[in-house]
């Protein structure tokens, strides 16, 4: 295993071991408090159950970070606010959190066994943010406040139940910026602000199912949960077509990259050793989600243009090309990109991706700074490269001889942090 290998596995593990042996914890002591007083209301516990161990079962992954259980979550949510006329008793805090505990394993045991994909640490993150929510929820509301057709208690459960919510979401987008930090040398604020972007798309979306299902099965019954279920299982259906066609699209932009190596335009691994780079200067950086997506393809293609070129350079290495010829095809690229039609903020990265930086985004904002990135990370690429082969020292150094003139100093600047930390290729 590289030394590069060995720091990403490090990272992973690093407070994922801490949140998984803390969730297994939370969730023996929820079961064995659970076994000693008697595990109440059992057919609301073995249907929520089954819907959790269910919801874990079919997970996918929508954005290339993270599995997504919608399923599980809004019934593990909406277990935790049940409180109405069709039971006798609201479950207790322990038999919940052991409740989904003991259902996420059982979801997650069948991938296991079929070789699918799965994530203990994300799904010890949920175990957790739900037993957040079942303490906020049952402090915040007395016993006797239940759907019994009060409007008092009606607006009040309503807001108890948004807090329960809101509780489990900052916790979750708490807990997962520290782990984007730590993993990606992501700054924190920058981190914690795209978890609550996604809490707010996709999180409060499953609160509110959530939320209906407990508000629904509190009222009439288990009856109710054919009635919330069968929406989120259209909707997890959908999610699960866009996450298809977002695979699709990843492999069509790296198999188009891939076409500048099989010219000899690019050598063998380039364009992805580029692409590696710009995202862990954009993650330095701070880049939202849908810029890094942005980058990584501008990355990926920035070579493109140079299948326009009478002949390929020696070593795929495009610096030991005129300005001239660099420009022009970052230019061709830029247009050929463009055609596609989804990617004009792709393109435009490209098309200036080679200009020096002191007559280029110095003078102009408009011009994005993924395209200094991609400058930088191409060009410390190919110092350290096949065509090159200088010590990571030396790349350095060179590309720090062209600051403010040829790159960006706030670019290079990032560059000397990643390396610092121990990026290798």
């Known amino acids: 295993m590289s030394q590069s290998s060995e720091l990403d596995e490090s990272r992973r593990l690093g407070s994922g071991i801490v949140l998984a042996a803390a969730g297994c914890a939370i969730g023996?002591?929820?079961?064995?408090?659970?076994?000693?007083?008697?595990?109440?209301e059992w057919p609301f516990a073995a249907v929520f159950g089954l819907l959790i161990a269910v919801g874990e079962t079919v997970?996918?992954?929508?954005?290339?970070?993270?599995?997504?259980?919608p399923i599980a979550t809004s019934a593990a949510l909406g277990y935790v606010m049940l409180r109405g006329p069709a039971l006798h008793a609201p479950p207790e805090v322990a038999q919940i959190v052991a409740v989904t505990g003991l259902a996420t394993l059982a979801g997650v045991f069948p991938r296991a066994i079929a070789g699918l994909p799965w994530d203990l640490v994300i799904s010890s993150r949920r175990v957790l943010s739900?037993?957040?929510?079942?303490?906020?929820?049952?402090?915040?509301?007395?016993?006797?406040?239940?759907?019994?057709?009060?409007?008092?208690?009606?607006?009040?459960?309503?807001?108890?139940?948004?807090?329960?919510?809101?509780?489990?979401?900052?916790?979750?987008?708490?807990?997962?910026?520290?782990?984007?930090?730590?993993?990606?040398?992501r700054p924190f604020p920058s981190a914690l602000r795209d978890e609550l972007v996604v809490m707010t798309r996709i999180g409060l979306a499953m609160?509110?199912?959530?939320?209906?299902?407990?508000?629904?099965t509190s009222l009439i019954g288990l009856w109710a949960?054919?009635?919330?279920?069968?929406?989120?299982?259209?909707t997890q259906f959908a999610f699960r077509r866009f996450a298809s066609a977002q695979r699709t699209y990843r492999a069509t932009v790296r198999s188009m990259a891939r076409s500048t190596e099989i010219a000899g335009f690019s050598s063998p691994g380039q364009n992805a050793?580029?692409?590696?780079?710009?995202?862990?200067?954009?993650?330095?950086?701070?880049?939202?989600?849908?810029?890094?997506?942005?980058?990584?393809?501008?990355?990926?293609?920035?070579?493109?243009?140079?299948?326009?070129?009478?002949?390929?350079?020696?070593?795929?290495?495009?610096?030991?090309?005129?300005?001239?010829?660099?420009?022009?095809?970052?230019?061709?690229?830029?247009?050929?990109?463009?055609?596609?039609?989804?990617?004009?903020?792709?393109?435009e990265i490209v098309r200036h991706s080679n200009d020096p930086y002191r007559q280029g985004r110095a003078n102009n904002a408009d011009?994005?700074?993924?395209?200094?990135?991609?400058n930088v990370a191409l060009a410390y690429e190919q110092l350290v490269g096949e065509g090159s082969g200088q010590s990571p020292d030396k790349a350095m150094e060179s590309v720090g001889l062209g600051i403010g003139a040829e790159y960006d100093p706030v670019v290079v600047e990032s560059l000397r942090r990643v390396i610092g930390r121990g990026f290798r290729f």
């Open 273 to 347: 050793r580029t692409a590696r780079l710009a995202v862990a200067i954009g993650n330095d950086l701070g880049l939202t989600p849908a810029r890094m997506e942005a980058l990584e393809y501008a990355a990926l293609l920035s070579g493109v243009g140079q299948l326009a070129l009478a002949d390929p350079s020696p070593g795929g290495a495009s610096l030991l090309r005129t300005r001239e010829e660099r420009q022009r095809a970052a230019e061709i690229g830029a247009s050929v990109i463009e055609r596609s039609g989804v990617l004009d903020h792709v393109a």
């Open 28 to 40: 023996l002591v929820a079961v064995f408090l659970t076994a000693r007083r008697g595990v109440t």
């Open 367 to 374: 011009i994005p700074v993924e395209s200094g990135i991609v």
């Open 225 to 234: 949960v054919p009635l919330v279920v069968v929406p989120l299982l259209l």
């Open 59 to 69: 997970q996918f992954r929508v954005d290339g970070t993270r599995n997504r259980a």
């Open 130 to 185: 739900v037993a957040c929510a079942a303490i906020t929820f049952v402090l915040i509301t007395p016993e006797d406040f239940a759907w019994n057709g009060s409007w008092t208690h009606a607006i009040a459960l309503t807001g108890a139940m948004l807090l329960g919510v809101l509780s489990a979401g900052v916790v979750d987008a708490l807990v997962g910026a520290g782990q984007d930090t730590e993993k990606f040398n």
């Open 207 to 216: 609160g509110i199912s959530g939320m209906l299902l407990a508000a629904g």
